[in-house]
């Protein structure tokens, strides 16, 4: 049986943590700033947990995170 290949895409995207659930940065932070408000860009800074609805697909493409 070969190795298992991780997505490199999603291995970019997503740190596992000790508990093994997955952490990632939050969406809609990269253009058109200016109509965001100051709150709403600061919340969009702090990482969050994977749903656990995609968690179980995240994690078979990530074989080894």
Known sequence: MPK???S???AKRF????TGK???M????SHILTKKSTKR???LRKATMTAASN???MK??????
């Open 55 to 57: 968690a179980k697909v």
């Open 22 to 24: 997955l952490k990632r």
């Open 8 to 10: 490199r895409a999603a």
């Open 60 to 65: 078979k493409i990530l074989p080894y995170g």
């Open 15 to 18: 740190k596992s943590t000790g």
């Open 26 to 29: 939050k969406a809609y932070k």
């Open 41 to 43: 860009k600061r919340n």
């Open 4 to 6: 298992m290949k991780t």
